[in-house]
């Protein structure tokens, strides 16, 4: 093959290359721009909410009358309020004389006719694994998960206006979760215990 011929074949092979290396360029630029658009947003929620199973197990639990976990929507709780207001404690210590069981028809009644007595936002029961017991709102499973943790492994009985406590039923140990604007102090909390145990004792 003639020089000049052979040298216009080996340029016409160098153009072709550089076409294909362009193409895959483009391509893989477009693979990688789709892959971002697609990526789900909001990961990484704040509190890395962990699932029930996560959380470490409670104690031994006797064979008892099995507590039935009522269904819960997955509603988010209210957001933290870190500003409680303050209060004369003197004047908490009288409350309206409320039907808590009698005339209530479930028990999620029963605990928002506990919170309207002690004028607190809402309440919560727990098991010690996570698993919502019983609420007053609809977001209690999260409520649930996230404060039993707390309580359990780091010992916080208080965060921002959320207050956190633990009561014995049927020999089980469970956690109680109270959001209160007011600052709730122990002689509160225990009052709020005492009807708790009354209002279970009286549906599970």
Known sequence: MDEPY????????LILLIALMMKIFRIDSA?????????????????SERHPSE?????????????????VSDEPPPPFSPEIKST??????????????????????????????????TFTLASTDGLVIASSFAGGARDAAYFSN?????????????AISS??????????IIRSQRNLDSEEIEAIKSDAKRIL???L
């Open 55 to 71: 959380i470490g197990p409670g104690p031994d639990i006797p064979d008892k009358q099995a507590i039935i976990h009522p269904e």
């Open 6 to 13: 052979l040298i216009f074949f080996v340029i016409i092979v």
């Open 150 to 162: 707390l309580y359990l492994r780091e010992k916080i009985t208080r965060r921002g206006d959320i």
């Open 167 to 176: 009561l014995k039923h049927q020999n089980q140990n469970l956690i109680f």
């Open 201 to 203: 004792l009286f549906w």
């Open 31 to 47: 693979r990688q721009t789709v892959r971002k658009e697609t990526l789900p947003a909001g990961q990484g929620a704040i509190g």
């Open 88 to 121: 004369d404690p003197e004047k908490d210590r009288v409350y309206p004389e409320i039907d808590l069981i009698d005339s209530s028809f479930s028990i999620m009644d029963s605990l928002n006719r506990l919170c309207q007595k002690f004028n607190v936002e």
